[in-house]
């Protein structure tokens, strides 16, 4: 059974059978703990495992697909906190934290100490209370901001960035995200252009539009995957981001002349 309890943005996360969470573009940063099981999270270029004890900070305006699995007999569990944008404002001004050079780094890890495990404990408490109210609420989040830079003074950098995406180099963005879900709209932003000049500035670098060059590279790197490195369809269709196998297999056809499965035979 696999449950998920959204609090107002205290997230209690409880998965008895191993789960793909799907893709997401991250607008605000969050903090999860990992309390069983194991979480896999790629950014389009390094796969992060998180394992029981560890505190995940992960930054706005990423790209991340999640894999969550149980592990030693027990279900995987975590609880996380969502942080909007006007609470950090608040809290930068409150603690005299201002903006700092923005970081690329997705996500920083840190084990959990006595303060983090008893505050996550009570979090998981409050994920499935109902009634709580908004200032109490907006207290807990506060209090995982002040843990968390107590910690590590250095969070800041992605705690406290504010910056929009500046105008970043489309081509070499797109061959390392080409394999996430996520509308054309989003893959503009992240890159600093409007929609406009995102097709724009993309039919002048591929001489194709964004759905079909998309759509070709998923297919030519499921074709590597399946052909030189064995893979089987079935374990190949989500990763380069198809979400249907049958979806798949049309596409694959239709493009090489013959079904995934015959590959390789």
């Not at 099981?37 to 305006?61: E, I, Q, W």
């Not at 998981?124 to 830079?149: C, D, G, I, W, Y």
């Not at 499921?222 to 981001?241: Q, S, T």
């Given at each position: ?8 943005g ?9 789960t ?8 605000d940063p ?6 069983s ?8 270029t ?33 609880v ?13 001004k409150?603690?005299g ?5 923005r970081?690329?780094k997705?996500?920083n890890?840190?084990h ?7 505050y ?11 009634n709580?109210?908004p ?7 506060k ?9 590590d ?5 992605l705690?406290?960035d504010?910056s ?14 080409y394999?996430f ?34 759509q ?15 893979r089987?369809p079935?374990?190949v ?9 049958s979806?798949f297999?049309y ?15």
């Amino acid at each position: 059974m696999n449950k998920v309890e959204n609090n107002s943005g205290i997230i209690h996360a409880c998965y008895t059978e191993a789960t793909r969470a799907g893709e997401h573009f991250i607008e605000d940063p969050g903090i999860s703990c990992i309390i069983s099981g194991s979480m896999t999270a790629f950014d389009g270029t390094v796969a992060h495992t998180f394992l029981p004890g560890d505190v995940v900070l992960y930054r706005k305006n990423i790209l991340a697909r999640f894999s969550k699995q149980p592990a030693n007999g027990k279900p995987f569990e975590s609880v996380a906190v969502l942080l909007d944008q006007p609470l950090l404002l608040e809290l930068s001004k409150d603690f005299g934290e201002k903006a700092t050079p923005r970081t690329e780094k997705s996500f920083n890890t840190y084990h959990s100490n006595e303060l983090l495990i008893n505050y996550f404990g009570s979090l998981r408490l409050l994920s499935h209370t109902k009634n709580l109210s908004p200032a109490l609420l907006q207290l807990k989040k506060k209090e995982a901001v002040l843990l968390l830079l107590q910690q590590d003074p250095s969070a800041a950098q992605l705690l406290f960035d504010f910056s929009i995406p500046g105008k970043i180099d489309l081509e070499a963005f797109m061959h390392q995200h080409y394999k996430f879900n996520v509308s054309l709209p989003q893959l503009a932003y992240l890159t600093g252009r409007s929609l406009a000049s995102f097709k724009r500035d993309f039919e002048k670098i591929f001489s194709l539009s964004p759905n079909r060059w998309i759509q070709r590279r998923r297919l030519q790197e499921a074709y590597y995957l399946i052909n030189d490195k064995k893979r089987k369809p079935k374990d190949v269709f989500l990763e380069v981001g198809f979400e249907t196998l049958s979806h798949f297999s049309y596409a694959f056809k239709k493009q090489f002349g013959l079904n995934p499965s015959a590959i390789g035979i």
